[in-house]
C-alpha cells in the first residue's frame, strides 16, 4: 500500500498532540481519527468531534465506546462551522479534518466549501499557538473538484506571519489521489 495521506496525517498529529491536550476531530466520518485523537491526549485530554451524519455521530460514539475512550470524547451532531461553540479560542492544540465523503457511506453526500472554509476559519481562531491542523482534501467521483479547488485558494491566502500551510502531493499517482494539508500557527 504504502504511504497515504492518512498516514501521514498521523505522523504529523502524533509528533505534535501530547496527553492533556484538547483536540478536535472536525468530521468524525466513522470515528478513526476520534480514536487516534483519544490515544494520544490520554484520559487526561479531551477530545471534540463533529459530524453532520447521524449515521457517522453513531458510528464514532460505538467506536469509542469499543476503545473505552468514552470518558475522553464528546461527539456532536453538529456542523464543523460550529465548533467555537464548544470551545475557547486559543485553547486547542490540534484539529483534524477529512474534506469529502463518508468512506463507505453516501457519496452523494460530501462536505462542500461553504461550510468548509468557515470551519477552517474557526478552526484557525481556536488553535493555540504552536497548534497545529491537518486536512486530507478527498475530491473527485461524485463531489468533483469544487471543493479542492476553493480549499486550496484559500489556504494560499492564510496569513504567513502567522501560520505556515504545507500542501502535499502524491505526484507519481494517477487518479484522485487525495491530497494532505499541514498547517502550523506560529507561536
Not at 49 to 56: R, T, V
Not at 60 to 87: C, P, R
Request: aromatic share 10%; hydrophobic share 40%.
Amino acid at each position: 500500500m504504502g504511504l497515504n495521506t492518512l498516514f501521514l496525517a498521523h505522523k504529523f498529529v502524533s509528533e505534535h498532540v501530547r496527553p492533556g491536550d484538547l483536540c478536535i476531530d472536525a468530521t468524525a466520518g466513522k470515528g478513526r481519527d476520534t480514536a487516534f485523537l483519544c490515544s494520544l491526549t490520554g484520559e487526561n485530554g479531551k477530545v471534540l468531534s463533529f459530524d453532520i451524519q447521524p449515521a457517522a455521530v453513531e458510528q464514532t460514539k460505538a467506536l469509542l465506546s469499543e476503545k473505552g475512550f468514552d470518558s475522553i470524547a464528546d461527539v456532536f451532531l453538529d456542523s464543523h462551522e460550529n465548533m467555537e461553540q464548544y470551545a475557547a479560542a486559543e485553547s486547542v492544540s490540534c484539529i483534524m479534518f477529512n474534506f469529502g465523503w463518508l468512506p463507505g457511506g453516501d457519496h452523494k453526500l460530501f462536505t462542500r466549501p461553504e461550510s468548509s472554509i468557515p470551519a477552517i476559519e474557526a478552526g484557525l481562531r481556536l488553535l493555540k499557538p504552536g497548534g497545529i491542523m491537518s486536512l486530507c482534501i478527498y475530491y473527485g467521483g461524485e463531489s468533483g473538484y469544487e471543493e479542492r479547488d476553493a480549499l486550496l485558494a484559500y489556504l494560499a491566502g492564510i496569513d504567513n506571519r502567522k501560520y505556515t500551510v504545507i500542501v502535499n502531493t502524491f505526484h507519481n499517482r494517477t487518479g484522485d489521489p487525495p491530497i494532505p494539508v499541514f498547517l502550523y500557527k506560529e507561536i
